[in-house]
T-cell receptor, first 119, second 111 residues
């Protein structure tokens, strides 16, 4: 149980393109999802917390207009990297919480990540 | 920074040996979690230990928590080549809403 699907797994596109990444909870409803960015051999950097039906909460230093997050249903959150540039190339990972309650008091269920490469 | 720190950064052992990874953190926590990440994949939750617990087991995994030293350890017994991965500790801080991930330990188990 608690399967999270992330799509696509890899994207290669030209600079200036906008790229949408989907994160779906397949067998549960997720009120809260998280979006992370990970650089090679480094830890996860939280970009934003996505709550169904409300605006995402972005971490300090993350551009809201650059990284658009939509969580329109209890099973789907999307991250759109707008006008992507080479410096946006990275590994993006989403996660979802199975239950309610405090964010930090329960395990997160992760998707398999999206490798984004901007040429 | 509230980020936990894992030690060592990298660990190479032979199959069958035990692997121990340590995590230190800075402020009071509600719980501490350990995750595994295979190369190029997402993270998989391994175990959660609450601040009022001292030790927890799951199969070949043993996690300890010492809140007085603000540290935790993950022991993998009788390691296998399939255990090769990066291991991250993640802390839920008292009064906080986020889970903070450490820098990770890269474990390589040689067959």
């Amino acid at each position: 149980g608690a399967v999270v699907s992330q799509h696509p797994s890899r994207v290669i596109c030209k600079s200036g393109t906008s790229v949408k990444i989907e994160c779906r909870s397949l067998d549960f409803q997720a009120t809260t999802m998280f979006w992370y960015r990970q650089f090679p051999k480094q830890s996860l950097m939280l970009m934003a917390t996505s709550n169904e039906g409300s605006k995402a909460t972005y971490e300090q230093g993350v551009e809201k207009d650059k990284f658009l997050i939509n969580h329109a249903s209890l099973t789907l959150s999307t991250l759109t990297v707008t006008s992507a540039h080479p410096e946006d190339s990275s590994f993006y990972i989403c996660s979802a919480l199975l239950g309610g309650g405090g964010y930090s008091n329960q395990p997160q269920h992760f998707g398999d990540g999206t490798r984004l490469s901007i040429l | 920074s509230q980020q936990g720190e894992e030690d060592p950064q990298a660990l190479s052992i032979q199959e069958g040996e035990n692997a121990t990874m340590n995590c230190s953190y800075k402020t009071s926590i509600n719980n501490l979690q350990w995750y595994r990440q295979n190369s190029g994949r997402g993270l998989v939750h391994l175990i959660l230990i609450r601040s009022n617990e001292r030790e927890k087991h799951s199969g070949r995994l043993r996690v300890t928590l010492d809140t007085s030293k603000k540290s935790s350890s993950l022991l993998i017994t009788a390691s296998r080549a399939a255990d090769t991965a990066s291991y991250f500790c993640a802390t839920g801080y008292t009064g906080g809403f986020k889970t903070i991930f450490g820098a990770g330990t890269r474990l390589f188990v040689k067959a």
